[in-house]
């Protein structure tokens, strides 16, 4: 059993930024030498997280307006009137989504569906430096 751990950094808007990162997994399972077993990704933070959806940019501004209508970001919330910082949208929205997603793959191919891709979603209220963490558990 091996167990490796890469990095994934991009630069996001905020905003409900959706970005497709299957390339990215796919270059760090390549890169691992890891066959048969699980990936999973974690975005460290409490205003992203990580899904799986078809990435075209109709579903990708479903998915923005669904959040919009569930978790608006123009009512009031009790952690900007703590904290005055505009994002307590952005943390309700990501503790919903989630920080990670789990992967099985074999013969270092991720077993996605034919439309299934993975995305990060930054939700802040500002572009951000955004790190994932992509851990391989195989043989």
């Excluded at 959706?18 to 990704?41: A, K, M, P």
Aim: with cysteine; charged share 20%.
């Amino acid at each position: 059993m091996t167990i490796t751990t890469a990095t994934i950094r991009r630069s996001t808007h905020g905003f409900t930024d959706v970005q497709d990162i299957t390339e990215d997994l796919s270059r760090c399972l390549s890169e691992s030498g890891v066959q048969n077993g699980l990936l999973t990704v974690f975005v460290p933070g409490s205003t992203a997280g990580v899904t799986t959806i078809e990435f075209e940019p109709g579903v990708v501004e479903d998915l923005r307006q669904a959040f919009e209508r569930l978790i608006p970001q123009s009512i009031r919330y009790g952690h900007d009137a703590r904290w005055g910082d505009g994002n307590g949208f952005a943390h309700v929205r990501a503790s919903l989504l989630g920080p990670s997603v789990t992967i099985p793959f074999r013969k270092r191919s991720l077993l996605l569906g034919t439309w299934q891709q993975v995305v990060l979603v930054d939700f802040d209220n500002r572009p951000r430096e955004r790190e994932a963490v992509v851990q391989i558990l195989g043989s």
